[in-house]
């Protein structure tokens, strides 16, 4: 296999939890915890779990948006978490994101055109004409037409805004586009147009995709290859097809087996699971997933279990599949 | 054939707002039958919780008006009745849920109190322990562990998916004939959704209550419901049981919902999108409502209206291609 | 809970502090020598200079406001240069009538502003929202110095129903106890004086509560109305709830919390608005304390004043504070 | 506070038994701010300390001729060093302790031992403390039970004035070393009325003194000494009734008093004057043309009838007439525009504006300060005068007047003793400026005859050395006389027997109410 | 395509933030009223000179205090000025006072706020410490103390007013930047890259403007009755200034025999007041409904 696009070890992030008489720290929310995973180019990986499992944060720490509290990612052979400011502006050009909530991530008060132009702005790409005229041309390209550039976000239509906001992470030609749920707040019907865009985009423009969702259809339908998280980890990465065809994590089985599928004639063969997802500032020990986990060892209320290739291009965290797990024990004493 | 529960005849409810009245229900029909659950399926803002909140009385006023039809309940029209006659049947004959199990729960309160309120409200003449004992047997039965405990404890200290088991129990608390849930499940994550969803078609089984199930997720529909109603912009465009709208939908608007769902089971390669956007309530449109977004729309769609038309005993289509004569040039058009 | 008062009390600290600076920075800066002003017009240059000397007036300023703080923490507000008794000891009786005061023009703006509120955001949009908005619209637009005058000669010159001023019936005094007058005429079992003070009391606080019972009232509205909207109202309703208990029990209690950062708010601020007010009714309250003290130039009784009415509003709102945990127990203090 | 609570409970009565007796409910402008009268300056607490205590000699009824008070008599020794007083006999103080020479001594022994800072008026009157070489008092002895007897380090002309004075009443002995500082709050005197309660910024009442040694007096049971610090909202009161009597009525108010026949107006007689003064080393106004031009250009009669409501005379003098020693010849410079244009363009006058400064507060030979300078300023613009009109809070008018700030200023003194040493020498002599000699006006041949005329102990020789500085001060104009008001004071027309005096601290003790 | 093109665009140019904020404002009567009013006052403000049927300062001491009549529509006072005149003007007095003081306390307010806000840190801990301890003073009493710190005069009772009103904006501003840091199209601009300095003023600061002049509508009118009261107290404009608080405060000896004196420059307080914060309402209405409570 080539060179990963991006490659993302040990990343971490932890949000203090202040209190006290004199606030100070007194706990940490443990919002992403030891993740590791890499992007390919022109793949896309799609990231699934239930939320507060610290999707988002991943996404968000991958263009530093927030700072990581551990962990190291690279770009293009570049190590994203050393670079200074300004070099860190350049990259960004590299990178983009589209937003959940496409309603949100616009500036109320700016115009589609500005809007779409500003990332140009900010690079200093282009002169006044050439840089309308490529506003114009992302717009029909993401299927909106030329007078749309006058009118402000609350006159467009929930998956009008996604379009924009799709736009304007292409303004910058990126490589790759970070995508945080950017169809879990639209209509159904309309949730297909821009799940298309997104596969036509990503055929012409060479795209690289990260897709955060909690559809686990959607992740589907649009991944090469898919994480799952839970509680701040990633449980298990796999090729879209084995992931679903064969889920080894018991949380990847669950989930699984919770999504109501669409057929009246499906029946549901696996056990649901039971409880709640426990909270973040507060994780289990061992494996987080133990509180609810049907085949839950004793090992597994002890150790955290370490993500490995089980199969080719298929890692889990799991005790279940770790033969090696003694050896493990006895290595780290 | 089972008991009819509640009919709604040509319902029709308009808001009345600064930019002019919106029909956000417009002439809908459709019956519940005794024990039955029956889904009401649509995107947003097609009018789904307008007309579950009508049947309620509970349409917020102003700026909201009943503005036609009839809710017969009981053989009585519930439209008639004052808000204090209302307020009798609800909770005990017809009970809501709703979507946010965050917001709907006072959170001032502690859960008990909330519950105890549900049941104290129509039995006056309880005794405070029966009261109490009644709540508990509730809550142990929508599966909340260490009731008594939870019992004093206030909203903010619950889960989600615990939430909404409370929400669920406080409903069913004075045994209703008809549960109305609006959308219970979509602010739960997908496991908590499962256990919820199968919460609910136990306690449908076992207490014959009949339910009501709004949703935008035909996953949904498909899992927990034997008769779905399909709307579309304020007016019903399907109704039918799961399985016939599933396997043969007629109307083009289910059809191109079915299909732009993608599966899990499988990989689709590229999804079926209908072209346009959800229409704005309140947008008059003359002709058929979804005729701006259909592949199959012709002329008559743009003029005139098409009706509820019955494509079998259990299942009628708002398509004019659904008409008895259209039938076969349906056929042509879709081969 | 006792945590979250400690850490309110301490974060209070560098407030006083920075509160009793502010205060001896703007009293110094005021021009005059209130040395002078103690002895008049009349007085030698010698005599005022002696006296400025024994009033330590000639020590550098940041020397002064060491001595003062030291004072302060030995609960010493100082002398009144005028009437040379300690503050601590001649400050209560004023005290007192401003807090009888404004304690019966904030409980007259809530009861009246909370329950219009409730009433307008009930019934929204009907002719008592209207008046009652309008009314309260026009209330906070009111100078409430000139409503005093208009009560004044409305209620006691034309009409000749209530007094014009002072506290209490000078012909039937009240014996101070507490010298908050109620409660001492309670006491003493004198109700034809109980009655006289309350006379006394109707038009100042009155229009002391024109101001914050329109806000209240306002904001209980709008409060309300937002609460009403909200997801558990609806459910309440859907249980069959009757709308009073709906209003009253569950909408109220979510919708005070606003109102009641307001009132505590409002109370500081009627305070400090009851300097003018106190004026037109001639009420003998800390207002007119502190206000005649600026003219003679009594800085330890300036000081004290303001400082004592600073503390209290920061006092009221840390009740307030407090209540809110008491009314809402998500509000998790640690 | 007063401990002593009979007066409050059970007398509900009001004021309408037929012989007098009752309460009498008296508000005026401001509390006292010590019952100690030694201790305080302000005529507020004198108001209420004339009530309870009594001075050796006492001002007449309604003029400030010496009168016997807790002396009997007295008799000056022909160098005026020695003043020899015989005590009125049987008299008690309110504690029940004997009156007599030894608690004479030990009251001038109280203040000689003070200073400036416990008792200013002391200082002022009498030069000085024990021990100092400014004071006038050298000692005061009893000379047997009812015998004392002051000698003094110089002759002081109104040193029988001084000492009538309320601040030098006499307390008991007995009190004052039992309550030390918080004396103020209890206060001893032998007065017509004993003290109750005082009630902060509030009020201030005081009872009949049964035992009192006149005869037949006082008549009032109680009186209540009500602050109620607004001019109208105290005129309200009077008219509905809360109170009896007001001090400080408004003469805009003077009129409607006079027509409600349930009131009177009373008229307290003049002992003081308003003046717009002109600090003459200021320019303009180091210039008497410009000076004389100004007093020529106020149309004091205007003024007197529209803010004094008539209630005044057209000053002409730095002293009112009711003071000796008064220059009745000098009238009053007419209004006459075209003469103090012709005057300002002698001078050379270049037009710049001048500050007119405004009194903040009012004072009873100054009602509206701000009004009078409004119209003042009108005045002045008319004979092409450009004025500001500046104010300052009271206290800073006074010190910034003092330091020579001012252009023009309005500004009155009411006399303490009625002497005209205290007008003409505190007001104008060059010793006083700095003080309250505000306009820095400084003439040797004043200076010569008011320092004479403090020596003066002849009384027609002493006035006429007053009436030549008189003329001088009307000729060098540092000053326009704006007018000899008579405060007013309003009461029920049941008020018998009242009658204020011009010092403005009322005694008591004849008032009836009907 | 032009001609349609061009249709459109005219159209939608229409539909700005602002012109929308507009349009919300036209639909409440309410706000119309408080507007119709504000600008009415404006008006007479402005054309005082030609209106007033006397100048503010011409005494006439023979027509003291006459009630109103059709020369005098208001009546005159006790110098026999016209009181309409004298309202009038001081409608510019009291415009000029409120407008001034709160354009005073917006700019250094928002320095303020944009500072403690957009720095955090030690930089908001004092600057927000500050902002507490003057808030911890009842408005009036403020004021009162730094006039008599600064001498009463009408300049110095708004430059009084101004400072009391400091951390009022201060903290709005800083609640907004706080919170506006937070949005979504916050993190997507500078997820594009953008600047820090580029992302405070091009998009959090015209983001926090609508509340800003929301709250400086009401606190114009609050900064009027201030200044009334201050004016009231003697502490304020001074004679012959006809500022209302001023006019009132000469006014009260005559609150029995004449009270036309009173009453009108009150109603002017109360009216100019009401005006504003009916506007003001208005705008909260149509600029900022989130920011309601
Ligand atoms: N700024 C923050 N401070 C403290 N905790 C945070 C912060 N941001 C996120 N968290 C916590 O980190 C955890 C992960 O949050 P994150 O937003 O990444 O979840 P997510 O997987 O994106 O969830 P969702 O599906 O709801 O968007 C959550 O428990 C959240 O409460
Ligand atoms: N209070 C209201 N005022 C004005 N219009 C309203 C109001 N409530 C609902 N509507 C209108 O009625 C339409 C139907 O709303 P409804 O809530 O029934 O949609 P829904 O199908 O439940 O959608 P969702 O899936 O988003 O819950 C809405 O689009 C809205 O325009
Ligand atoms: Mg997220
Ligand atoms: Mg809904």
Redesign the interface.
Known sequence: MSEPLLKVEGLKKYFPIQ????THTVGQVKAVDDVSFDVYEGETLGIVG??GCGKSTTG?ML?R?LEPTAGRITFSGREISELSNKE??????DI??V?Q?PY??????H?IGKILE??LI??GIGNAKERKARVLSLLNTVGLS??HA???P??F?G??RQRV?IA?AL??NPKLVIADEPVSAL???????V??LM?DLQRDFKLTYIFIA?????V???SNRVGVMYLGHIVELAG??SL?EEPLHPYTQ?????????????K?EAE???G??PSPSNPPSGCTFHTRCPFKMDICTQQEPIFKEVKPGHSVACHLYNDAHHNDIKQSN | MKKELLNVIELETTFFTDDGPVKAVDGVSFSLYEGEILGVVGESGCGKSVTSLSIMGLIPSPPGKITGGEIMYKEQDLTTFSQKAMRKIRGKDIAMIFQEPMTSLNPLFTIGNQLTEAISIHHKDWPKKQIRARAIEMMTLVGLPRAEELFKDYPHQLSGGMRQRVMIAMALVCDPNILIADEPTTALDVTIQAQILALMKDLNRRLNTAVMMITHDLGVVAETCERVVVMYGGKIVEEGLVDEIFKSPQHPYTQGLIQSIPDMRYKKQRLYAIPGNVPKPGSVVQGCRFAARCEFAFERCTIEEPELYVVSPQHKSRCFLSEEGMRNERAVIES | MLNYIGRRLLQLIPVLLGMTFIVFLIIRAIPGDPAQVILGQQATEAAVQALRESLGLDNPWYVQYVHYLGDLLRGDLGTSMRTREAISSEIWPYLAATIELAFCAMVLAIIIGVNAGIISAWFQNSWFDYTAMVLALIGVSMPIFWLGLMFQWGFSIQLDWLPTSGREDARNPVEPITHLYLIDTLVQGRFDQFVEVLKHLILPALALATIPMAIIARMTRSSMLEVMRSDYIRTARAKGQKTFLVVYKHALKNAIIPVLTVIGLQTGLLLGGAILTETIFSWPGVGRYIYDAIGFRDYPVIQAGILIIAFLFILINLIVDILYSFVDKRIKYN | GGSDDKSSGDNKDNNSSGDGGGTLIFGRGGDSVSLDPITVTDGESFAVTQNIFETLIRFGEQDTTLQPGLAKEWKVSDDGLTYTFTLQEGVKFHDGTDFNADAVVKNFERWMNGNAEKFPYYQSMFGGFKGEKSAVIKDVKADGASTVIITLNDPQAPFLKNLAMSPFGIASPTAFEKEGDKFGDNPVGTGPFKFVSWKRNDSVTVEKNADYWKEGLPKMDQVVFKSIPDNSARLNALKTGEIDLATGISPSDSASIEADKNLQLIERPSLNVGYLGMTVTRKPFDDKRVRQAVNYAIDKEALVNAFYEGKADIASNPMPPAVSGFNEEISAYPYDPEKAKKLLKEAGYDGKEIELWAMPVPRPYMPDGQKIAEAIQKNLEDVGMKSKIVTYEWATYLEKAAKGEADAFLLGWTGDNGDADNFLYTLLDESNIGSNNYTYFKNSETHKLLLEAQKETDEEKRNELYKKAQEIFHDEAPWVPLAYSTPLLAGKSTIKNFHPHPTGSDIFDTIEVN | MATEQTLTEVKTNEAGPWRDAWRSFKKSKISLIGAGIVLLFIILAILAPLIAPQGINEQNLTERLQPPSADHWFGTDDFGRDIFSRVLYGARISLWVGFFSVIGSIVVGSLLGILAGYYGRWVDTIISRIFDIMLAFPSILLAISIVAVLGPSLQNALIAIAIVNIPNFGRLIRSKVLSIKQEEYITSAKAIGMKDTRILFRHILPNSMAPVIVQGTLAIATAIIEAAALGFLGLGAQAPTPEWGKMLADARVYLVNAPWTMIFPGIAIMLTVLGFNLMGDGLLDALDPKMKN
């Open positions: 209190a006290g008489l004199i239930e939320s968000r263009m948006l860190l502006r350049a990259v960004r050009r983009q994101m937003f909530d949100a991530s616009l500036n109320p008060r115009t500003e990332p900010v690079h030329d007078f006058k009118r402000y609350h006159q239509s998956g009008q906001g304007r303004m910058t209509d159904v019907s309309v949730q297909a147009q799940l298309n596969q909690h559809d686990l259809g959607v589907r339908h649009i879209s097809e679903y669950a989930l699984l087996a919770a999504v109501p599928i669409p057929d009246p004639d499906f549901r649901l699971i039971k709640d997802i």
